[in-house]
């Protein structure tokens, strides 16, 4: 892929201790996954790190697998500015795809306007999906009393419930429908 063309982007959310970086970690252990890059803007308590084999800039990691991983400290405009850039100048492996996983506490809405409307970064990439997920154990509550979980599922394309061995089917039917009910063109997986 030529720096010039667009990058599709897939944005990974889902409220605190939902399961985000556990999935991360299984994507990036699949095949046809090399060539992505993913920007990280919190690390949780199971990191990719051990997936980590050389430094490429100060927050730039390519990973063994052959992705870059980018730990996104500051503005995401900048790190994508910067992820292109180097891409580009052949500072970093060529990448066909982002992921960008977000904090757990993360409104999705202002980094979906950031992907669609920012001149700079919409010339370069664009959104290819949202994939939400969703703790099959905690989650109603969740939705209960963060907002910050509400607006993650109302605006993915694919929820994702995960932990769904620790809770009852009951249970797992129940958030299951109320999550269909809030989002209903969003498949469930």
């Not at 697998?65 to 891409?87: E, H, P, T, W």
């Not at 009393?145 to 419930?161: F, N, Y």
Request: contains cysteine; hydrophobic residues 45%; charged residues 20%.
């Amino acid at each position: 892929m030529t720096a010039s063309a667009i990058t599709p982007v897939t944005l990974l959310t889902g409220f605190l201790g939902s399961g985000k970086t556990t999935l991360l970690n299984r994507i990036l252990r699949e095949p046809g996954i090399e060539e992505t890059a993913v920007l990280i803007n919190e690390f949780g308590a199971v990191s990719i790190d051990h997936l980590l084999v050389r430094e490429a800039s100060e927050n730039l990691m390519v990973m063994s697998n052959g992705c870059i991983c980018c730990s996104v400290a500051g503005d995401m405009v900048q790190a994508l500015r910067d992820l292109y850039f180097k891409r580009a100048n052949g500072e970093v492996p060529n990448f066909r795809r982002v992921i960008i996983e977000t904090t757990g506490l993360a409104d999705p809405a202002p980094i979906l306007h950031t992907l669609i409307e920012m001149p700079l970064v919409a010339a370069r990439y664009a959104l290819s999906g949202v994939v939400t997920t969703v703790d099959a154990e905690h989650g109603a509550g969740q939705l209960d009393t963060h907002p910050e979980s509400v607006k993650q599922a109302a605006v993915a394309d694919r929820i994702v419930i995960t932990k769904a061995d620790r809770t009852s089917a009951l249970a797992l039917a129940a958030l299951r429908q109320r999550l269909a009910a809030l989002n209903p063109g969003a498949t469930i997986l």
